[in-house]
């Protein structure tokens, strides 16, 4: 019995070597050769809604709706669209001490930055800053103007526990230099007006795909993209601070680098001014250091948080006391108080403004978003919480509609200060609300000194916070990864910095579809060839252990065959024949018979696959080639059978796997080539 | 001995049952687990080349010019541009007579329905003829001004032996329809300018494509949509040719169903010619009835050939005896001879007319080429010879530009007389040189006879012709196989009846692009499990018999994961693992331990797919779940390990085989569930 045991243990190991040769030569007899089966059928309501279901709503967000009474679905809807009275149940002192530590570091670091970023979209800093607080009433501190919306419209219906919301790098560029296109008097009240029409339009675009549940339309710009035109925009805002770091007076209006340089050395002797150097170069030096010491002690993240507000707190003082401005540094000036009225009559519904309102709207709103949403994404799978994309985007489109009414533009999440709210220990969006009131407060309280802070400082903070939007460890791994994608990233980063942000958007976005429509024309293939020892079949290229069939070619096509391809596999595959045949015939080896194409990867097939099909077997008839077909996927083998090409094939034809295929038309081959 | 091999035998049988069993229970002691291997290094100056090479020349037209002497590639880059070097070389006598039958059989049927054709594209039917013959210099045939050019500059440059060139039903239309909204005066000079620019730039964006190797773009309208713009085209066609079937004076310009049957209608009681309709009633009777028996007896093609021509020829005798123009029978009239200026100096190059010309020409030269190229392929497969794409663009433009300096408009390959031709056993391109001659001769001996041609009776013949176009059987089957083709063909088609061409076009571009954005957005997943007896894993869903592994879930996926789809496939796997798991735990099984991704379809992956596995990988790490990959290609491995995910997810959990993994990781589970 024993040795029944051990035997049997050392023909099991022979086994697995042997089955792949055995199964051939018994293949008729077998029983184990499965007939492809076609799956259940399904009614035709059944399909489309599984498809429209699967398309726009993958989240099944209406699952929870199911049996339940009818206060309980008003409920659950309420808190659908506003997470906050999901979330806000549970919300407890413990979270609101992280939220109220978090909101205040913000805080700190958005003030200075929110003032310079008005800058970059040609407007007065109030712009800004009314992002960052609430309430429709403004209250107007001199020219830092202040409304409360958009951070609190977000805490109310965000879905993202991290982001923090303001006005960004990127977006606020891309909004100066699209705006001023149209309008090239930035300091005209219609430039103003056409700001809060692009807002208007842009949360109208963002609310419309979050209610559309046409959120996965953002997918289709590439990463690569996103980290190109990312750093192309930093390295374009940086380069426009030259003007406020070295005092400069006439500068370009034009962004690209080479304009931006020639205005840079044709003042170089003559526009510069070297107080407002030393006090923009000091202050980025000690900005950059802060950053610096973070990198090395990610526990020190407040230093960096904090280091912009110091910068223009020591920096004002300084310029205060020494009345530097009298020396030629510029000063931000006119601080007047009082409170805005709204801005809803402000925005054009009609006239010439329109048109350029709405297509500058669309275009920063989708930027917008993209970048909110891969903020929202990366933090979220960080903490592994579930995050609505859909949501999101009707939060950040409710914020941005709510904002262009009082005197906001558009707004969105930011990279580093997420990253330094989520460090700070943020636990729900109430750190916004938090921010929200501490700028508020902080503004009543210093907002005279604001007069005297210089220029020179913003443009340091600006360089220094768009300083983390160039990711070179991603452009390296791009490079690494995908050359493809490497060149998307460049293309984009290269557009931006020598043409101008809307062209360096456009090739990004070219890019990122002319890589889909490659993807779905040429589709590759591949010859397999048996793993010996086993009955896989693998690509023969990255095996080349891996053994061909004598008499047959064993062809995988890796795509869903559609109109775009199809022509192109029947082609691809015929020249696969032709080529095999050739080399073999050349080794002196038989021809050709059989042609099995592995179906596996192809998921779907239209009525120009079925022709495709139709073609390659008359060819291969032509040939005297018999066509093979191994694992044709469910949906693919009832359209084969609806469309009676199985008939024309020949059920008896298809099968289930590569190996059942092998044991059943050779009868004695072993691998060969 | 022989009681050994016996044994065997039997034992050999069982192999197959147990194999799967038992290299899962010896897992780790068996030699046959192939490590996933990375295909051999390439530079990455190959890895671009491949690339560009198989999107650009998967033809490899350069493949023959290699190692030839200087002499022997211009001959060879001569015949490839004008493959009548290349057939003329071997052209004898018999081929002729074949081309001279089948020359003058579509001839016969090309007259009548050419100068019906003008009438659709609003212009005289000499700019219809002038396709059909040869020559720059025009002969004035009364208002049949005829030119030589376009099927003799085919003859010389295609590479189809079947296709008969002219004027199209479906081109002529869009024409007409695009140009009359720019210019309404369609009697003026400006109009018939603007028809030549079309021409002109249709000839440049064929040949741009053919030089460009851009024609894999035309794959892009899917068949559905096309099958679904030609039967719109031919009902809205057909439609129109009401005016002209019942004699009605005030006629819409629009050609939308509605306005069109309202304007038939409202003139039913005062506007209808009885005498033209008993005309145009019995001639369309007669065609139809021809067309019928050529559809029972395929032998009788010529019956079908013929009956144009003598319906033209009867119907304009009978109103010539009997005078019936003067009852109100409208006839073409105005018939004078001369010969033609060349019209290159007709064209727009500049001015507001050259931007409508080219948006027009685009149009009509991507329509014409996709009839063209369908046409082309269909009978090239069915007899067999190369088609090529490019070189087929290239003469298709060639043939407009010319055809556009001698007074022709856009022309291309029809249905409808190239499967005549082909019935009349044209050999090669020489029938419609044939077709050219006979057109010139017949006009010069019966030209003054068109005078009395009855518009009744070219409105049969339009209708008779566009039927054809009207492919039930192709729509039926649309419905069979695919419902989203026939959703696109459908919305093509009602486009074209109820709105008009253009918005039919573009509904059915848009629809065809959005099936290729869905593809990349949303891809399949499938759960896999062992079918019985064999170490082969399949979708649980199509073999209801295969069973899942206990404490495992299988997911294929079944696309390459680019950043339009990483997002959803990670998340879609998720949503897999927790339905799953709720699933399992209710019938008492055991929880999910290991989750193995069977990657044989992703043919690639780019950085955005990285960071989804990466993400991926945290999250399942968090609910304590193993990832493991499985058969991942040549491409992927590669990426997976430039980027070190393989070092995070662990190369010992990368298999080369489903069945190794579970052999691996699963010590005694039978399948479950």
Redesign the interface.
Known sequence: MSQRVSDE?V???M?????GA??R??GD????I?RV????KQT?FK??KD?VV??FF??KPLNKFKDQSFFRIFVLALQSFFPIFKWGRDYNLKNFRGDFISGLTIASLCIPQDIAYAKLANLDPQYALCERLGFVLRIQLGDLNTSFVTPLVYAFMGSSRDIAIGPVAVVSLLLGTTLSDEISDIKSHEYLRLAFTATFFAGVIQMALGVLRLG?LI??????AVVGFMTGSAITIALQQLKGLLGIETFTKKTDIVSVMRSVFSSAHHGWNWETIVIGLSFLVFLLLAKYIVKKNKKLFWVAAISPMISVIVSTFSVYITRADKKGVEIIKHVKKGVNSSSAGEIFFSGKYLGPGIRVGVIAGMVALTEAVAIG?TFA?MK?YPLDGNQEMMAMGAMNIVGSLTSCYVSTGGFSRTAVNNMAGCKTAVSNIVMSMVVLLTLLLITPLFEYTPNAVLASIIIAAVLGLVNIEAII??W??????FVACMGALFGVVFINVEIGLLIAVAI?FS??????????T?ILGK??????Y??V?????ATQIDGMLIVRV???I???????IK??IL?WLSDEETQRITSGLSRIEYLTVEM??V??????G??AFE?LY??LQ?RKVQLIMA?P???V?E?LR??KLTDVIGENNIF??V?DVVSTFVANGEGVL
Chains 1, 2 share one sequence.
């Open positions: 243990g023909r099991k190991g086994e697995e070597i042997k089955s055995s199964s030569r018994h007899t077998l029983s184990h499965h089966e076609s799956p259940p035709l399909e489309i498809s699967e398309t993958p989240d996965f997918d289709f710009v590439s990463h690569a994404r799978a592994d791994l791009l690494k990864i995908d050359k493809f994608d990122s890589k889909i429509l490659l993807q779905v024309t040429r589709p590759r591949a793993l010996p020892g086993t009955t896989a693998r690509n290229w990255q095996y080349p252990k890796d795509s869903a559609y109109f775009s391809n199809s022509n192109y082609e691809r020249r596996s990867p998921t779907d097939l239209d009525t120009s079925i022709h073609e008359r060819s032509k694992n996927g469910p949906i083998i359209k609806a469309s289930p796997t190996a």
